[in-house]
Each structure stands twice: as C-alpha cells, then as structure tokens.
C-alpha cells in the first residue's frame, strides 16, 4: 500500500492550494483518509479526516477554511485550503486507515507574508 499525495507549494498569506492523495495497491476501500501537518518545531497536529461515510473532522486552526472532500470508490481525499496564513506553514502529511495505519511521504506547504 503507498499513499501518492501532490499538491502544496509556496503562496501568500490569503492564498488558495489544494492537496490530493490517493492509496494505490490495494483494492480494499479505506475507513478514513485525512491529512496532518508538522511545523518546525511544533508537535504533528490534525488537519482534517473523512470518513467512508463521509463524516468530516477539522482541526480548530483551519476550521472554516479548509474543506476537505473524498472520492470513497478511488480512494482519493482532497484538500481545498482557502485563506491560507503564515502558520499553515508546515509539512503535510497524508493519512489513511485500512486496519492499519498508512502514511505519505509528505508535501511542504509554505505560507509567505
């Protein structure tokens, strides 16, 4: 199982990137699929989860701007972040729960004044 993630980049404050991952090698659909983030420093926090069902979870830091969304059949989550700051700055780490816990190579994301 991999976790194939793209997206991310460099943008100024106010800002809009999107972040994809897909699992690839297994046809076995995932329970959650989500996103984290690691910052400098800082302890790995949640961005956001979604379920099969499709019930979502945000962290407080990105609620209202972020959306995350999900294609259950593919096995891919997006990542629409809107309204972006400074301390978005971080390292974005895709996730998925099959049973086991996956995780992707990590995009960076950076956030200019």
Excluded: H
């Excluded at 699992?23 to 099969?52: C, F, H, I, N």
């Excluded at 019930?55 to 891919?76: E, L, M, P, W």
């Amino acid at each position: 199982v991999q976790l194939q993630a793209s997206g991310g980049g460099l943008v100024q404050a106010g800002g809009s990137l999107g972040l994809s991952c897909t699992v690839l090698g297994t046809d076995v659909r995932v329970v959650v699929m989500g996103w984290y983030r690691k910052a400098p420093g800082k302890q790995r926090e949640l961005v956001a989860t979604v379920s099969r069902g499709g019930t979502t979870i945000y962290g407080n830091s990105v609620k209202g701007r972020f959306t995350i969304s999900r294609d259950a059949a593919k096995n891919t989550v997006d990542l629409q972040m809107n309204s972006l700051k400074v301390e978005d700055t971080a390292v974005y780490y895709c996730y998925a729960n099959l049973a086991l816990d996956y995780w992707g190579q990590g995009t960076q994301v950076t956030v200019s004044s």
